[in-house]
């Protein structure tokens, strides 16, 4: 694949579009975390008062919210804007992305840090060009986190297959991924808008859990 301002420009659309694709994802979860610590306080209440049904459901829905997002960013088709395409391009065209180039895309600022020098460093082993191990890496360890999710999608959700999933599929693992998927994101964003995130997640000002102390029911 060759390297040129268009392949760079793509990359930055996709970081941007992968960003706010994962942002639900990583921003879903953390409101789950907050609604399953209510179920698990108040699971006695919720079932007599028939509320199992409606948690189920809701719990159902999450999970396959964000295990279909976490697969769609492990796809390296054509047409995909993914985690796994990026990293993909980028460990091919690696050998010809100089920091030479990266200075022209990020110029020195000589009033600020040199952030440049230690944001390319990290892709880098001889800190001349770009290295392609960095990527494999990083891919790799996108397709570890997601395996099992991706064979769960694959064979209880976007098939009814005979070959059904006869493994386990954890809150933990589901979540492990989500947050690699969030980590790595937030790595490329740096690397390729110069942009400092930690994390995807937002931080909420409002006091959203209260709706748990009241009814959803306006009464009359």
């Known amino acids: 694949m060759k390297f040129d301002d268009a392949a760079w420009d793509q990359w930055t659309t996709w970081i941007d579009e992968i960003k706010s694709d994962l942002s639900h994802i990583v921003n879903a979860k953390a409101i789950f975390e907050g609604f399953r610590s209510v179920l698990e306080k108040n699971e006695a209440w919720i079932t007599e008062n028939h509320g199992d049904r409606f948690c189920r ?3 159902r829905g999450y999970v396959i919210h964000v ?3 976490i697969r769609r960013h492990t796809k390296i088709k054509r047409e995909s804007i993914s985690l796994a395409r990026l990293f993909d391009q980028m460990q091919k065209c690696a050998s010809q992305i100089t920091f030479d180039y990266y200075m022209k895309r990020f110029p020195a600022d000589p009033q600020s840090f040199d952030w440049q020098s ?3 460093a990290k892709f ?3 800190g001349t060009t770009m290295s ?3 990527f494999r890496r990083d891919l790799e360890s996108l397709k570890k ?3 099992l999710t991706e064979t769960y999608v694959d064979k209880a959700l976007a098939h009814l297959d005979s070959d059904k999933f006869d493994g ?3 809150f933990k693992e589901i979540h492990e991924a989500i947050e690699r998927f969030d980590k790595l994101t937030c790595r490329y964003l740096g690397l390729l808008k110069g942009e400092g995130y ?3 997640k937002e931080t909420v000002l409002s006091p959203w859990m209260r709706i748990f102390d009241v009814p959803l029911r306006k009464p009359a």
Do not use: R
């Open 132 to 134: 392609a191990d960095p």
């Open 57 to 59: 459901f809701v719990v």
């Open 145 to 147: 986190s997601a395996d």
């Open 67 to 69: 295990v279909l997002g």
């Open 198 to 200: 930690d994390t995807l």
């Open 124 to 126: 880098s082993e001889n």
């Open 168 to 170: 386990q599929l954890t």
């Open 118 to 120: 230690a944001m390319f």
